[in-house]
């Protein structure tokens, strides 16, 4: 097959000046900053280069439309493969579905069951035994050493003191195992195991695997079964300064004047002490928080107070469900030890911030 | 085959009826192939998007740790390429053999700069501790993902490096082809598959250089 006719020489080298051009341009382009646009003006010159190299260097130009055809269906196969590739990824957040807020004790169930278990009897040590076999072996281990499975962080080595976040006393351990530890692995088991069952498996570690398992204060225990709500576990950090700890300060997020919610009331004062640092003065949002237990980070933006998906604007029960449970892998902590008064009082001030 | 006759030249092989047929369905070949090529560099540069997408902070802080002069130089090179390779090819079918060859001799040449700038780059971030994966050893980032970026970075530039030395030894055969007057005005389609092939390599570069080099 021979090819006559003009040479396409003299197209190639205008070819080749347009190509040198836009090289130039897209250099020069990226030390301006246009935000958002910076890629897709990035993009947008290399798709006029590329064009340029496949319509004219590569002739499809001038190509049968089969060439054609099967050269674009594989940009369209490129195009399928990172739109659902990032649909999937970006949209995983879900909202808290209504169900989920439905039935809400309260914030952990408790009271009358805690007097009643309490104490270990044979009966709770076996189901205890057959429950951890069953739900916490896989990860804690049949020995209980946290050497089940390799998850980061590790899971809790029972039969070591140290590095339990939440306390061991019995009601420390009841916490965790209904609530889930938020930022690791650790589920919350409340919607899995009845209170019985909860407590036997506690009475199970307790007595197999820790070597001296201390007991809950008289304070703790008033506290629990009087329907007041179960006091914080000790923290190991003052809250505020964890808080401080987790946020990251983001060119995006307005710069927090913490100083800015006044301690005037109540409620301001609790937001002050819990909320602000990432929820901001307004309620905006927008801190970039590190997702504490997750190594190395991963970190998430907080949402503004004005998404109002699961209906807590409206509704007290599911605003305490929300800050009392924390939204486990959500970098947001759960604070179940407030009273009754203090419930209000956050509430309302929360309510009456304009983001 | 390397005998001849009137209606049937020694290029055609025996399975096709004419070398018109014969031509156009390598042609539809390479573009098979370049397809399965487009594809194979589009889950590096997926992976490139959804990481960051996830890390914009990082992807940033980490491209600056990239030799952007170095970068440009062979983005220059290789459009450089792309010109003598396509000037090439036309020789070919106007039967110009050895101007064929001196500018594919041209290509190739520009293709050993490419990688030359390239093996200085690679030797400085391996100086530096900046290596793929888990061998990753700088600190100067302050992130703890910052080895993504660079794992990211030597994957794609390393697959696109080995492209150009296929692409070398590729035009390399085509210059034996034209000394040994085996292509030719009448039959031209292993130097221009193989110019279609190095354009496609230019291609992935065009758009590596702005993703990698140029987060600004």
Known sequence: MSHSGKSHGPVYVKVWIGLLILTVTTIVTSYYNFGAFNILIAMAIATVKASLVVLFFMHLYDDTRLNQVVFVSSLLCLGLFVALTASDLWYRRDAIPASAVSEFGAGIDLPADIAQYRAASPELLAEGQKIYTAQCATCHGAAGHGDGAANTPPPRNFTQTDGWHFGRTPLAMFKTVTAGSPGTSMAAYQSVLSVRERWAVIHFIRSNFMPTPPDDSAEEIAKATSGEGMDAPKMRIPVDMALEKMTIASPQAPSLELGSVQRSTPGATLYADHCVHCHGPSGAGGQKVAKLGVAPYAYEYVPSLSTNSTGWQENQTAFVHIVSRGLPGQAKPGFSHFTAAEWDALYSFTKSLRP | ?216
């Open chain 2, 1 to 216: 085959m390397s005998h001849a006759t009137a209606e049937h030249p020694a290029h055609l092989q025996h399975h096709f009826a004419t070398s018109a047929q014969q031509y156009s369905s390598a042609k539809l070949g390479l573009w098979c192939f370049l397809v399965t090529e487009v594809l194979l560099f589009g889950g590096l540069f997926v992976a490139y998007i959804i990481f960051r997408g996830l890390y914009p902070d990082l992807f940033h802080e980490a491209s600056a740790h990239l030799n952007k002069v170095m970068g440009g130089v062979n983005t220059v090179v290789l459009i450089c390429s792309s010109l003598t390779m396509a000037l090439a090819v036309d020789a070919t079918k106007h039967n110009q053999l050895p101007r064929a060859q001196v500018l594919m001799w041209l290509t190739v040449l520009c293709a050993l700069i490419f990688m030359g700038v390239k093996y200085f780059e690679y030797a400085h971030k391996f100086h530096e501790g900046l290596l793929p994966g888990a061998h990753f050893a700088f600190h100067g980032i302050a992130n703890s993902r910052a080895g993504l970026f660079f794992s990211l970075y030597f994957m794609m530039t390393g697959l696109h490096g080995i492209h150009v030395l296929v692409g070398i030894g590729l035009i390399l055969w085509s210059i034996r082809l034209a000394g040994q007057r085996r292509v030719g005005a009448e039959y031209f389609t292993p130097v221009e598959l193989t110019g279609i092939y190095w354009h496609l390599v230019d291609l992935i570069w065009i758009y590596l250089f702005p993703l990698l080099y140029l987060i600004g």
